[in-house]
């Protein structure tokens, strides 16, 4: 299976050839992309033929055509929906980011189990978790975002995974036990800004 | 140089000491805590060795001497300072973010151009950029957190490293360019949710 860390390596190429082409590059070497996103330029072109991209020796990569690739591999020109759990300030924040809802991630709807946050103060509809199996059901959702208080991570989790969501972006600080074909990704702020700390 | 990835699964390993701590257990083997972070008991081993952590052949860790190990590590008894740079959506939960307010990390300021941001409406103070030198060298801060828009994410970065800061936790899209000594972790949000859409 392919694995999370080569997909994230991508997503990092990306950002890079995004830059280049703005600066009105049209060939990228794995040289030169390497150099940018941190990598050694074998790594990039072990990269690229795990996923069949071909440059040409002399003229190095087309960048045009790495993007189309990239966003292949990671469905861009479908609608991506998602569904989030636990509209905290985290959840909020995640709605409401830009970087979502520019590049075609649909936010559906959110999940709290506090009445005050339904209705129409949020810019998506937000629901009891009681409805979280209608609406995966109904459009059809694979991706969930989770965002609770760590001791509702896991009784969440399970809930999405009977649900029928397969991909999981969890932002609670719990380590989740999850069947063995459902894919999860963590964030842990706590972690990512103290990670920092060792080097002050 | 000690390495982020190394350093992030100490921190995925505080996560599981805490829980066997919780459920009533003292000691731990290896074993047990790879299973639960999900990496070999070898790896496990290898990056205690790396800190001089030991335990014994019979008995394995102690737990509450791991936990203590680990925290010192990250400097947890020291008053952890940080700034941050944007308050927008993100900016914003990140201040309110309970892991980082429960844990000894002390959010000093938050920057921000919009002028209806500064005042009493943050729970913390928040200065035009103009003010990032002051407050660094009054606070003797060393870490910042930046979350600007992908446009103005190298300039900030530019004016957080002459004043001194060493450490940053980057949301912005985009990769930085720093001096050598000067240490940048990565939280890209669209990358870590996109990743998961390979897989659907």
Redesign the interface.
């Known amino acids: 299976m ?1 694995n ?1 860390r080569i ?2 390596r991508f ?2 190429y990306r ?2 050839l995004n ?1 280049f082409q703005k600066l009105g590059f049209e060939k990228v070497y794995s040289y030169t992309l390497g150099e ?3 990598v050694t330029p074998e790594q990039v072109r072990k990269d690229f033929s795990v996923f069949s991209i071909k440059g040409s020796k002399r003229g190095g990569y087309d960048i045009k055509h790495l993007l189309a690739s990239i966003n292949n ?3 861009q020109d479908s609608e ?1 929906n ?1 569904i989030i759990i636990g509209m905290g ?2 959840g ?3 709605v ?5 809802r520019e ?1 075609n ?1 649909n936010m559906v709807a959110g999940f709290d189990l506090d009445p005050s946050k339904y209705g129409k103060k949020n810019i998506i509809p937000v629901y009891h978790p009681d409805s979280i199996d209608k609406i995966v059901r109904d459009f059809d959702i ?2 969930a ?1 989770l965002a609770v ?1 760590e001791s509702a991570g896991q009784a969440a989790c399970d809930r999405l995974v009977a649900a029928g969501i ?4 969890n932002f609670s ?3 989740l036990k999850v069947p063995d074909n459902i ?1 999860v ?1 963590y ?14």
């Not at 409401?96 to 979502?100: I, M, S, T, V």
């Not at 397969?166 to 972006?169: G, H």
């Not at 964030?187 to 002050?200: A, D, K, M």
């Open positions: 392919t999370l997909l994230k997503l990092l950002i890079c830059k940018e996103a941190g591999i990671f469905k991506r998602v300030d985290i909020h924040a995640l409401k980011y830009q970087g979502f590049n991630i694979k991706t975002i208080p397969t991909a999981i972006l600080p719990v380590i894919i990704n964030v842990n702020l706590r972690s990512e800004l103290e990670s920092l700390f060792y080097f002050i």
